[in-house]
């Protein structure tokens, strides 16, 4: 299993560009997660889903989109990039049966808007 | 609201014993965990404990719950230059999702 990947690994975008972050999991997991990083920073929940056709936002859904068209991938879109959007971006995935709500990581995309 | 608070830095001489303190406001949490970040990673669980317990054990790590303190806290012994990362505290709220604490990076000096 490949786990939960992430594309790109790096991006440098310019102020009002538009860029979409794949996601894709092979683990089966219902639930699937956007978090942001801001340095120093814990990770701040951006939108997540419950399952394929089910999406709902977290703490900072500003300038973002997502869908779940199928189980396995869960794209962020930003629309009209800003500075404030610089930041490492997570998305994780996990159990919808589990109790213990473990959460599987990718390993992130940096973002750079400038 | 939600708000958690971790120091954010710990050095240590490898081989003495570490530990990373996490303070939180929310204390409806099943389940409170402790994840890894080590550098130009994702965040790997590293271990978990349930509420109604104090302490749990898993080999060189103890973590320790004082609920009427809001407090939580990860003990690594013996701590190895590998032990060098990141260390969140999170919890889970209802939907699912879970809250982060800020991060201690931790610095294990050969």
């Known amino acids: 299993n490949a786990g939960v990947t992430q594309t790109p690994k790096f991006r440098i975008l310019k102020i009002g560009q538009s860029m979409t972050l794949q996601c894709t999991q092979d683990?089966?997991?219902?639930?699937m997660y956007w978090y942001r990083q801001d340095p120093g920073m814990g990770l701040k929940l951006i939108y997540y889903?419950?399952?394929?056709?089910?999406?709902d936002k977290g703490e900072v859904p500003n300038g973002y989109n997502v869908s779940r068209s199928t189980t396995e991938d869960f794209p962020l879109r930003l629309e009209l990039a800003a500075p404030s959007q610089t930041s490492v971006y997570f998305c994780?995935?996990?159990?919808?049966?589990?109790?213990?709500?473990?959460?599987?990581f990718g390993p992130g995309t940096r973002l750079t808007v400038t | 609201g939600e708000d958690v608070e971790q120091s954010l830095f710990l050095s240590v001489r490898e081989g003495d014993s570490s530990v990373i303190n996490c303070t939180y406001t929310?204390?409806?949490?099943?389940?409170l965990y402790w994840y890894k970040q080590e550098p130009g990673a994702g965040l790997q669980l590293l271990t978990y404990?349930?509420?109604?317990?104090d302490m749990k054990q898993d080999q060189r790590l103890t973590v320790l719950l004082n609920k009427k303190d809001k407090h939580l806290s990860l003990r690594i012994a013996d701590t190895q230059t590998g032990d060098s990362a990141i260390y969140f505290c999170?919890?889970?709220?209802?939907?699912?999702?879970?809250?982060f604490g800020s991060g201690t990076r931790l610095q294990v000096q050969p």
């Open positions: 889903s419950v399952g394929a056709g089910i999406t």
């Open positions: 994780a995935s996990s159990y919808s049966q589990g109790v213990t709500y473990e959460q599987y």
């Open positions: 999170a919890w889970g709220t209802g939907r699912r999702a879970l809250t």
């Open positions: 404990i349930f509420s109604n317990m």
């Open positions: 929310d204390s409806s949490s099943t389940y």
């Open positions: 683990m089966n997991h219902n639930y």
